[in-house]
């Protein structure tokens, strides 16, 4: 017996666009929604303040995958040259349940987070969506943008603001030059980013106690907000403004929201979660006024569609390290 383990380098040369992501990861939350996925809230270990290290198993029975991602998220790491999300995932046979794959996770973590935005945005964003606006501009703030560009048709002008000035001039010009035809410009502030948006994805670190200087505001009408970074970015009232609250998974919210450290200030009503939106088991957007909020936290389900993908495409081109069990 052997598996084979694939690194960084040997996940991103497969080749994955965000097309393929998207579409996998859809199929994945129509399978939630369904019921057909095994999905236990994701334990966690936090070894410094504001960090952790959480481990998320998942089985898509429709799609046969099943494995585990161990990630952590250390806000300090990049002023330390490293990564802030690392990891690795390990897949298994779902016959047998020997692992059959090790790859690196940080790809996949990244395109799923992105890919869960532009899912949100199918369902949730008005047709007519012209303008986006991107609050904290790392890695996942970039998928994030190719997410929404292969959902949104109409998205002409994106709106961008981080702490650090320098990543939002990085975002800017990195983008800019990826999507010649999107008119992206930096703001001086999360509002004035914000204000404007028919979609605003914010994407800072989680974090307890997020800089006092961030204030995202309330949503227009219309809106559509996707946080990818717990309640880090929006205040209670900001989420109450809303007239429909949505997550990616309503079970490991309201599990999260039981340690009394996040989600405190959520609505006390929530709509839908996207495996019910994708199932079409629930309506999604019904009116053009509505403001939505889409409280996307990362779940197993999507890694574990994607890394399928990936696993299937190293097995035809002979990617990766053969290793003996």
């Known amino acids: 017996m052997e598996l084979i383990y694939l690194s960084?380098?040997?996940?991103?040369?497969?080749?994955?666009?965000?097309?393929?992501?998207?579409?996998?990861?859809?199929?994945?939350?129509a399978a939630k929604g369904r019921g057909h996925t095994e999905m236990p809230p994701k334990p966690g270990i936090h070894t410094r303040p504001d960090c952790f290290i959480h481990a998320m198993p998942a089985y898509v029975q429709e799609l046969e995958v099943a494995g585990l991602k161990w990630v952590s998220g250390y806000p300090p790491n990049p002023g330390q040259g490293l990564p802030y999300i690392g990891g690795l995932l390990v897949l298994n046979d779902c016959q047998t349940g020997l692992p059959l794959a090790v790859m690196d996770c940080a790809w996949i973590t990244a395109m799923r987070t992105g890919a869960s935005a532009g899912i949100s945005a199918k369902y949730l964003a008005r047709a007519d969506s012209a303008t986006a606006a991107i609050i904290g501009c790392g890695?996942?703030?970039?998928?994030?943008?190719?997410?929404?560009?292969?959902?949104?048709?109409?998205?002409?002008?994106?709106?961008?603001?981080?702490?650090?000035?320098e990543a939002a001039q990085r975002f800017t010009s990195d983008m800019a030059a990826r999507f010649p035809a999107l008119h992206i410009v930096t703001c001086a502030s999360a509002a004035e980013a914000a204000r404007p948006g028919d979609v605003v994805?914010?994407?800072?670190?989680?974090?307890?106690?997020?800089?006092?200087?961030?204030?995202?505001?309330?949503?227009?009408?219309?809106?559509?907000?996707?946080?990818?970074?717990?309640?880090?970015?929006?205040?209670?009232?900001?989420?109450?403004?809303?007239?429909?609250?949505?997550?990616?998974?309503?079970?490991?919210?309201?599990?999260?929201?039981e340690h009394g450290v996040y989600f405190g200030a959520i609505p006390g009503v929530i709509h839908a979660d996207l495996g019910e939106l994708a199932a079409g088991l629930?309506?999604?957007?019904?009116?053009?006024?509505?403001?939505?909020?889409?409280?996307?936290?990362?779940?197993?389900?999507?890694?574990?569609?994607?890394?399928?993908?990936?696993?299937?495409?190293?097995?035809?081109?002979?990617?990766?390290?053969?290793?003996?069990?």
């Open 8 to 29: 960084q380098a040997d996940v991103e040369s497969l080749g994955m666009s965000m097309r393929e992501v998207l579409d996998a990861v859809d199929r994945g939350f």
């Open 139 to 165: 890695v996942q703030a970039r998928t994030s943008l190719m997410a929404l560009v292969e959902t949104l048709p109409a998205l002409a002008d994106v709106r961008c603001y981080d702490l650090y000035p």
């Open 201 to 257: 994805v914010t994407a800072i670190p989680i974090v307890v106690d997020p800089r006092p200087d961030l204030d995202v505001g309330t949503l227009k009408a219309g809106g559509l907000a996707i946080s990818l970074d717990y309640d880090s970015a929006w205040t209670g009232p900001a989420m109450a403004a809303c007239d429909k609250f949505c997550s990616d998974d309503v079970g490991q919210l309201l599990a999260t929201k």
């Open 282 to 325: 629930k309506p999604g957007r019904e009116s053009e006024d509505e403001r939505i909020f889409s409280m996307n936290m990362g779940i197993a389900v999507d890694d574990m569609v994607t890394a399928k993908v990936l696993y299937e495409r190293a097995l035809e081109r002979g990617t990766g390290v053969r290793l003996p069990l």
